[in-house]
């Protein structure tokens, strides 16, 4: 009975330790077209609107979910319009809010399926933080199953799920064309190519592809066009700097191709230092 106490509050110590500090709400604004940037100044949740409803991508920590909301309603629509849920990938700062969002909102939540496990087990089931009650959120129920390459279509909109394994088995890279003023723009969200701390990418018995997925996301990114860059963390894309010069009036800086080379560059370069040295 002790060893059980004590494991509770290491639990509940765990995940106080891990709320704060908490991220800083953002305002929320229109990037191009239908797509609009609701989530926080770290954690990127994007919202997609079309007169059938619409299509909310990432449900962030659940106590972030109070802002998300506030920020889909500022901009004048509805909460309870949100017909689909969709994540970058099962952690718990990007999927941990997506049972209180389907309860509230009766989305209906499609996750790819190498990430399936994790959000029902509620990162239980993760490759690296099985054991590490911090990262654990509410499990939820998946309502479809997706896989490499499946279009999910609304009202019009589609996006395209781009399995880009690696930081999760499931990490799912979103990709989708919208017009702007008349133009055709193709836009990107990188689910994530960080190879976190203490990740073992040699002799994995977790995940023994770790190495050769990381390596298949790359080459993903690389293959994709890209117009609009936007990504699963804010710091990927430059979100302040942009979103002030987006404010006095410069032309779009979300349309940055060059800036999206640079961050797949970066990261590959990121990738395969850390692969050699742990090989060595």
């Not at 990262?135 to 939820?140: A, E, I, L, R, V």
Request: glycine share 6%.
């Amino acid at each position: 009975m002790k060893k059980i106490l004590f494991l509770i509050v290491m639990m509940l110590f765990n995940q106080l330790c891990f709320a704060y500090p908490m991220p800083n709400p953002f305002p929320p604004f229109q990037i191009a077209g239908n797509l609009y940037y609701v989530g926080t100044d770290d954690l990127a949740s994007y919202l997609i609107v079309t007169p059938k409803g619409n299509i909310l991508i990432n449900s962030d920590l659940e106590a972030n979910v109070p802002m998300i909301k506030a920020s889909i309603e500022k901009l004048g629509f509805k909460f309870s319009d949100t017909k689909i849920l969709l994540i970058s990938h099962a952690h718990l700062d990007h999927a941990a809010g997506s049972a209180l969002i389907k309860q509230q909102t009766k989305a209906k939540y499609m996750v790819m399926d190498a990430d399936v496990s994790l959000v029902q087990s509620g990162g239980r089931s993760d490759f690296h933080y099985a054991n590490d009650a911090s990262t654990y959120f509410p499990p939820s129920t998946v309502d479809k199953i997706l896989h490499d390459g499946e279009q999910i279509k609304l009202g019009g909109a589609v996006l395209t799920a781009h399995l880009t394994p690696g930081h999760t088995k499931g990490c799912t890279t979103w990709s989708m064309q919208l017009i702007d003023h008349g133009k055709q723009y193709q836009v990107v969200m990188v689910g994530s190519l960080n190879v976190n701390p203490g990740y073992q990418l040699v002799h994995n018995k977790a995940y023994p592809t770790i190495a050769q997925d990381y390596e298949r996301a790359i080459k993903v990114l690389k293959s994709l066009p890209c117009d609009i860059f936007l990504g699963a963390h804010a710091g990927y894309f430059d979100l302040k700097k942009k979103y002030f010069l987006l404010n006095i009036g410069a032309s779009n800086p979300f349309v940055d191709p060059a800036g999206y080379k640079k961050h797949v560059a970066q990261k590959e370069q990121e990738f395969y230092k850390e692969l050699e040295m742990q090989e060595s």
